[in-house]
Nanobody, 120 residues
Framework: QVQLVESGGGLVQAGGSLTLSCAASGSIRIIYTMAWYRQAPGNQRELVAAITNSLTPNYTDSVKGRFTISRDNAKNTIYLQMNSLLPADTAVYYC??????????????WGQGTQVTVSS
């Protein structure tokens, strides 16, 4: 059994900052890519940022220069530092991980989501 637990969401004014955390736990052999997705009301879930287990990051264009994804492999944890937040960043943010367990070579796991609200 694998769990992804997110923390760090909340309400912030435009121009402010928040840091999200996501920790994976359970019967983990290898964690491959970890990522943050977000979904605003009425929109599809979209990739925000991803990071490989060799710490190579990737960002969607709308957050480049404002968000930073990082990863601590020893803690099975990723972070999303969000600066210069915009009202358009308001969404539920979901943690994602591609994880190999003793039962399966690779499987997609999702956290339950954390709300980020940016007021104008």
């Amino acid at each position: 059994q694998v769990q992804l637990v997110e923390s760090g969401g909340g309400l912030v004014q435009a121009g402010g900052s928040l840091t999200l955390s996501c920790a994976a736990s359970g019967s983990i052999r290898i964690i491959y890519t970890m990522a943050w997705y977000r979904q605003a009301p009425g929109n599809q879930r979209e990739l925000v940022a991803a990071i490989t287990n060799s710490l190579t990051p990737n960002y969607t264009d709308s957050v480049k220069g404002r968000f930073t994804i990082s990863r601590d492999n020893a803690k099975n944890t990723i972070y999303l530092q969000m600066n210069s937040l915009l009202p358009a960043d308001t969404a539920v943010y979901y943690c994602y991980a591609d994880i190999s367990t003793p039962a399966a070579a690779g499987y997609d796991y999702w956290g339950q989501g954390t709300q980020v609200t940016v007021s104008s």
